[in-house]
């Protein structure tokens, strides 16, 4: 099975997802990533890994009523809640792969992938993909998390749930937080054949209303959850109870705040 079919989300997580980790550690990206990408102008946009829509709505509000969202992912359920949320017939939700995208050459004036170049199998063959599909002239605009220890909130609840598996943290558990490396990302980029490239830290803070919810999107509604839920229902809670009491310890409660940090990185295909 390949890395990212493993990673696939259900409708009930998928939920989930949106609600407890959109708003908490997604949003304050998603608008950054949305103003880029309308600054350029672009009308008829790309988004690769798009989820359940948090930068889609962003890109959706702010664009002209003959623009176009292509939204895509290799997650149904993820993809059926940003539907539900998003009726809007200028966004177009597709099921797609990264490394082989449906489309022409020269089809957008701009791709978006926000968060997600980290999970693909073949991330070289997804970027060539991204530049094979860009109109000459149109941009690309991904970001990638930081080191984790600079994400206060998942760091602390990724070092408690290793807590509870003494043979070490769960499969894939680093994998959102394996591409920070600036000088790769801009030979990435060249090989790829973007030109232009800017790369940025970007420095944020995430809001959870509670400590409570926001251990429930670090536990429940996350790559690693397909895991934890094998372990059987009293340990998952057992896992979720001391994921609350380390967050709220350690970074408050009602509201609690977290540190965040991730690379944002642009680029144009020649003319």
Same mark, same amino acid.
């Given at each position: 099975?390949?890395?990212?079919?493993?990673?696939?989300?259900?409708?009930?997580?998928?939920?989930?997802?949106?609600?407890?980790?959109?708003?908490?550690?997604?949003?304050?990206?998603?608008?950054? #990533?949305?103003?880029?990408?309308?600054?350029?102008?672009?009308?008829? $946009?790309?988004?690769?890994?798009?989820?359940?829509?948090?930068?889609?709505?962003?890109?959706?509000?702010?664009?002209?009523?003959?623009?176009?969202?292509?939204?895509?992912?290799?997650?149904?359920? #993820?993809?059926?809640?940003?539907?539900?949320?998003?009726?809007?017939?200028? $966004?177009?939700?597709?099921?797609?792969?990264?490394?082989?995208? %449906?489309?022409?050459?020269?089809?957008?004036?701009?791709?978006?992938?926000?968060?997600?170049? #980290?999970?693909?199998?073949?991330?070289?063959?997804?970027?060539?993909?991204?530049?094979?599909?860009?109109?000459?002239?149109?941009?690309?605009?991904?970001?990638?998390?930081?080191?984790?220890?600079?994400?206060?909130?998942?760091?602390?609840?990724?070092?408690?749930?290793?807590?509870?598996?003494?043979?070490?943290?769960?499969?894939?558990?680093?994998?959102?937080?394996?591409?920070?490396?600036?000088?790769?990302?801009q030979e990435w980029m060249q090989q790829?054949?973007?030109?232009?490239?800017? +790369?940025?830290?970007?420095?944020?803070?995430?809001?959870?209303?509670?400590?409570?919810?926001?251990?429930?999107?670090?536990?429940?509604?996350?790559?690693?959850?397909?895991? +934890?839920?094998?372990?059987?229902?009293?340990?998952?809670?057992? $896992?979720?109870?001391?994921?609350?009491?380390?967050?709220?310890?350690?970074?408050?409660?009602? %509201?609690?705040?977290?540190?965040?940090?991730?690379?944002?990185?642009?680029?144009?295909?020649?003319?």
């Amino acid at each position: 099975m390949e890395e990212a079919e493993k990673l696939l989300f259900d409708a009930e997580v998928a939920q989930r997802y949106d609600t407890f980790m959109g708003p908490f550690v997604f949003e304050p990206f998603a608008v950054d #990533m949305a103003q880029r990408v309308l600054k350029s102008g672009a009308e008829n $946009i790309l988004e690769i890994a798009c989820g359940t829509g948090r930068v889609t709505r962003h890109l959706a509000a702010g664009l002209p009523a003959q623009g176009r969202i292509t939204a895509t992912d290799i997650s149904e359920p #993820m993809l059926q809640v940003g539907r539900n949320a998003l009726p809007d017939a200028r $966004i177009s939700w597709l099921v797609a792969r990264a490394e082989a995208l %449906p489309f022409a050459d020269d089809s957008f004036d701009a791709v978006v992938c926000q968060f997600g170049l #980290m999970f693909f199998e073949d991330r070289k063959t997804a970027l060539h993909e991204m530049w094979r599909v860009l109109k000459p002239g149109g941009i690309l605009c991904f970001n990638t998390w930081n080191r984790r220890d600079y994400c206060k909130a998942i760091d602390i609840s990724r070092n408690t749930i290793a807590t509870f598996f003494p043979g070490g943290e769960p499969e894939n558990s680093n994998l959102p937080f394996s591409m920070y490396d600036p000088e790769a990302f801009q030979e990435w980029m060249q090989q790829a054949g973007f030109e232009n490239t800017e +790369i940025q830290l970007l420095e944020k803070t995430g809001v959870s209303p509670t400590a409570r919810d926001a251990a429930t999107g670090m536990v429940t509604a996350n790559h690693l959850y397909h895991f +934890i839920r094998k372990q059987g229902k009293e340990m998952e809670l057992r $896992i979720l109870d001391a994921v609350t009491a380390e967050l709220s310890l350690k970074l408050g409660d009602a %509201p609690l705040q977290s540190p965040l940090s991730a690379w944002v990185v642009s680029g144009y295909k020649p003319n």
